[in-house]
């Protein structure tokens, strides 16, 4: 009984340790804090979007920008786009689902945001779509994936961040590592 709890603490801690060692992901982990605090410097927002469990990582990333993550300082704007029912159902209702957050953008987004899109197959084609609205309007992207995604989408990305697992619990507990890595580097800029 015990052997299961512990086997995947094991698995958890292996797909941490390959992020660890992996001297360009954390590159990129760098990098997509420089493009935020980059947007928030030019008075742009943080539109963040993600299916389930992705979704209540971005409401939860919206939420360390707009509060706080270590230290009290400055709200920054962020938005979380699945965390408005009313324009989730009436999208989904009145054109489909896949548009749920690209026409957010379209409405919300502007070339000084920063779009963060979270899938972990990279394949929900709800998220792909906000990502093609987002460069359509010449935002930034930073897409936290894995690497299950096939090269198409990480190239329309300013910074793909592609977990080295193809366990879906696994990669979310990484994500929102990475997530929690980007809210700290940009918090030492406004602290």
């Known amino acids: ?21 992996n001297e360009r992901l954390l590159m990129k ?4 804090s420089q493009i935020v605090i980059s947007s928030l410097r030019r008075k742009g927002k943080i539109l963040i979007a993600g299916n389930g469990g992705s979704a209540a990582d971005a409401m ?11 230290s009290a ?31 957010q953008i379209e409405a919300l987004g502007n070339e000084q945001d920063v779009f963060i899109a ?11 779509s906000a990502i093609d609205t987002a460069k359509q309007k010449r935002m930034q992207v930073i ?14 990305a300013d910074i793909p961040i592609c977990v080295p697992s193809n366990d879906t619990p696994l990669i979310q507990e990484a994500h929102e590592m990475i997530e929690h890595l980007i809210c ?3 918090e030492k800029e406004y602290r």
């Open 60 to 70: 939860h990333m919206a939420t360390e920008f707009c509060a706080k993550f270590y």
């Open 1 to 21: 009984m015990l052997e299961d709890i512990k086997h995947y603490i094991e698995h958890s801690i292996d797909v941490k340790t390959a992020i660890l060692n």
């Open 29 to 32: 982990i760098y990098q997509a």
């Open 143 to 156: 897409f936290l994936t894995s690497e299950m995604l096939g090269t198409a989408y990480l190239q329309k």
């Open 184 to 186: 700290l580097e940009v």
């Open 118 to 128: 979270i899938s972990t197959s990279g394949n929900s084609r709800n998220i792909l």
């Open 73 to 103: 300082r400055k709200a920054l704007p962020a938005i979380a786009l699945g965390a408005d029912t009313c324009v989730l159902t009436a999208v989904a209702n009145d054109f489909n689902y896949e548009h749920v957050f690209s026409r």
